[in-house]
Nanobody, 121 residues
């Protein structure tokens, strides 16, 4: 089970840190990803990190502003979001899959319920 938190309402230019706690099993060997879905749009890839943390991937739209990290001892993955823009408004989901990082949502086996991020202009 994956549980996200940390979403909320923030002004443009502000920051938020999302957290995703994995429970029920250890996700130490799982790649973890963040995706988002805005109203009327398809779910899109945001960021992902390999099980070891050695490999990361970011969507071009968030590169340089968002940072993914993980603490395997706490079974938690984070998404630090800086310089937020109104177009970042969406429900953010964390996801997990075994081993290899991918940007494809369909390849992730486990999903959280999502946390709303709203950026006002």
């Amino acid at each position: 089970r994956l549980t996200e938190s940390g979403g909320g309402l923030v002004q443009a230019g502000g920051s938020l840190r999302l957290s995703c706690v994995a429970s029920g099993r250890t996700f130490r060997t799982y790649a973890m990803g963040w995706f988002r879905q805005a109203p009327g749009k398809e779910r899109e890839f945001v960021a992902a990190m390999s099980w070891s943390g050695a490999s990361t991937s970011y969507a071009d739209s968030v590169k340089g502003r968002f940072t993914i990290s993980r603490d395997n001892a706490k079974n938690t993955v984070y998404l630090q979001m800086n310089s937020l823009k109104p177009e970042d408004t969406a429900v953010y989901y964390c996801a997990a899959k075994e081993w290899v990082v991918t940007t494809i949502a369909g390849e992730y086996n486990y999903w959280g319920q999502g946390t709303q991020v709203t950026v006002s202009s």
